[in-house]
């Protein structure tokens, strides 16, 4: 956790980089493509688990320590508490989880190649072809569906 090697160990973040609160799910293309209605609903699960969150942060927070989730260290868990209730976490806007679109492709890209300038990627990445490819146009739709069918 960013937040917790802050508090920590006085860790701090890159210089010059504008960061994005993105989380991706993928899913292999086979599974993707032989179970398409199991992976949007799993997408859309997610989704509704984030909302989950979002609603009911401490609860959410409680029941996570009881799975191991968090050490028990307090500062772990007020740490975690406070990056949950912030808004913070890192699937943070899962609870609007959505199709990859034009602008996020964008950002994504920028973000890439941001980490090819600081030398953290060795060569420079092509992340927006590779998150529009047309291979993905039948899942795509399928969960466009099922987001679509259960808001």
Not at 21 to 44: I, N, T
Not at 95 to 109: F, G, I, M
């Amino acid at each position: 956790m960013i937040e917790l090697a802050k508090r920590r160990h006085k860790a701090r973040a890159l210089p010059d980089v504008r960061t994005y609160d993105y989380a991706f799910f993928v899913a292999g293309e086979k599974f993707a493509k032989d179970y398409p209605q199991a992976a949007a609903a799993l997408a859309r699960l997610v989704r509704d688990a984030a909302r989950y969150i979002e609603a009911r942060p401490d609860e959410a927070v409680q029941k996570f320590a009881e799975l191991g989730g968090v050490g028990s260290d307090p500062l772990e868990r007020q740490v975690y508490l406070d990056i949950v209730k912030a808004h913070r976490t890192s699937y943070s806007g899962a609870e609007k989880l959505d199709l990859v679109d034009a602008t996020t492709r964008q950002n994504v890209q920028k973000l890439a190649d941001s980490f090819h300038a600081l030398g953290i990627y060795p060569q420079k990445v092509g992340v927006a072809d590779w998150l529009g490819n047309s291979r993905v146009d039948g899942i795509r739709g399928v969960l466009a569906a099922e987001l679509k069918a259960r808001p």
